[in-house]
């Protein structure tokens, strides 16, 4: 009796897995979303992403099919636990470069002839390394229901069509972290053909994502060769050398590749979410000028950033921050007002008297996705407030560095982008007292409760002050 229960259950459980396979393994995020247009969008997204994938030489491996079948259904959680199992067989894809099929094959030989010296007849067989134009299609539809999904898509599809519409047709975009490149890619490519040509700026230097890259945009935009890459090996090599003792960064080439395509394509416009790669910065700061949420490349470096210029960002992230936080934040506005307003609002969830969108606040992704904005911006003035040859410039940018660093923080007072560039703007600038209060404000957020290294900032500074005393107090 007893072990026909248990044959019955084990066949049951059996059927339900079988079921749940066979239905694909999930729920769907389908007829979920507010907005119609987003399932629209993901749709044409997915259905485009394949098309291309079944374009690669190679046959497209049967876990990304499998992948595609998942996005096809809006089986967001079932593609997204598949895809976490996926950078374990591209080798590199979390820790930069990929290394070659024939250096991971002599690894593999090495390591079953010794088993075999041992006496163990065990044969190490490694899965082939995903590459290709299957698997950069298969990142970006994870990027885009991320995006949409783990993102609020009432704010997602706010950044995204901002950055469109500001951006004139067959504009060159290089996107920097997930939202500004994946968001953007999905939008826009569901739309007219060349409205944007959006390109990774961390993913110049591999060359799967080059073909990729070919593969979209053919010949209307220049993609960088195999030359290319050398020329910029050499050069960026010997500027590297010219200034430190140490072998170079190969992200670092993201830089130099990305001036060769500025310098390829003169008749097309280019713009930039923010230069956080290596070797990015040493070209672009120059030619920067904040375009709402994103930068725009000049063709000639900025002598100056003009008082319109300035003007024309503020009331551009006025705009933008009243109706998510309210419109309580102004230039004069304190880091202690900022403080008490994130441990009451955030960190408490206390929405009395608050005028912006609890919905906003609550989604991390979307907080992150428009303070890095910001952020990157305070940056950009910061930079150039280094760069300033007389005393009153370097004010004017000071200030608008340190405002636009506190609306950042204010917009996500726990995000690695915002607050640890905000920290060290504030020692700068001598500021210590308030960098402190950052740090402390941060570090008891519940958002940061696993993440030791922010937690360990606030002692950071601490320590700091004890070992230059003449450093405490000064703001």
Request: with cysteine; aromatic share 12%; charged share 25%.
């Amino acid at each position: 009796m007893k072990k026909t229960l248990v044959l019955t259950l084990l066949a049951a459980l059996v059927v339900s897995l079988l079921f749940y396979y066979l239905l694909g393994g999930g729920p769907s995020v389908w007829g979920s979303f507010k907005n119609p247009e987003t399932e629209k969008v993901l749709k044409q997204f997915v259905a485009l992403k394949e098309k291309q994938a079944n374009t690669d030489t190679n046959a497209m491996p049967r876990e990304i099919q499998a992948m595609f079948k998942y996005a096809e259904r809006g089986q967001w959680l079932s593609f997204s636990n598949a895809f976490s199992d996926l950078p374990e067989r591209n080798r590199g894809f979390t820790s930069g470069p990929a290394l070659s099929e024939k250096f991971w094959t002599k690894v593999d030989r090495f390591i079953s002839d010794t088993a075999e010296k041992v006496g163990w007849h065990w044969k190490v067989t490694s899965p082939p390394r995903l590459s290709g134009i299957s698997w950069e299609a298969i990142k970006e539809v994870n990027g885009a229901f991320d995006g949409f999904v783990t993102g609020d898509e009432k704010y997602s599809t706010e950044f995204g069509r901002d950055i469109i519409d500001s951006t004139p047709p067959g504009s060159v975009y290089f996107g920097g972290p997930d939202p500004g490149r994946h968001i953007v890619t999905a939008m826009c490519q569901t739309r007219p053909k060349d409205a944007l040509f959006v390109i990774a700026q961390h993913n110049l230097i591999y060359e799967d994502y080059l073909d990729y890259l070919r593969s979209m945009y053919g010949k209307k935009i220049y993609i960088p060769t195999p030359d290319d890459r050398e020329a910029c090996l050499k050069e960026y090599s010997r500027s590297l050398f010219a200034h430190v003792s140490s072998l170079p960064d190969a992200m670092g080439l993201n830089g130099p590749l990305s001036k060769t395509i500025f310098d390829k394509c003169p008749t097309n416009e280019f713009f930039i979410e923010q230069n956080i790669e290596p070797g990015f910065s040493d070209w672009v700061n120059p030619y920067l000028e904040p375009h709402g949420l994103i930068f725009k490349i000049s063709r000639q470096p900025w002598a100056a950033l003009s008082d319109e210029i300035i003007q024309r960002d503020r009331e551009y992230w006025r705009k933008s921050l009243t109706p998510k936080i309210g419109g309580w934040l102004r230039e004069e506005t304190t880091v202690q007002t900022i403080a008490a307003f994130v441990k009451k609002t955030i960190w408490r969830g206390d929405f009395s008297g608050f005028t912006g969108d609890p919905r906003f606040v609550r989604n991390g992704y979307s907080c992150k996705m428009f303070s890095q904005g910001r952020a990157a911006i305070a940056g950009l003035y910061a930079w150039r407030a280094n760069m300033a040859k007389n005393d009153s410039e370097k004010r004017r940018l000071t200030v608008e560095a340190d405002f636009a660093f506190r609306q950042a923080w204010a917009l996500c007072p726990y995000g690695y982008g915002v607050v640890l560039p905000y920290i060290n703007f504030l020692m700068s600038q001598n500021r210590f007292d308030d960098a402190l209060l950052v740090a402390e404000t941060m570090a008891a957020l519940p958002q940061v409760k696993n993440d030791e290294i922010l937690k360990g900032v606030p002692d950071q500074i601490r320590q700091y002050q004890r070992e230059h005393p003449a450093s405490k107090h000064t703001n």
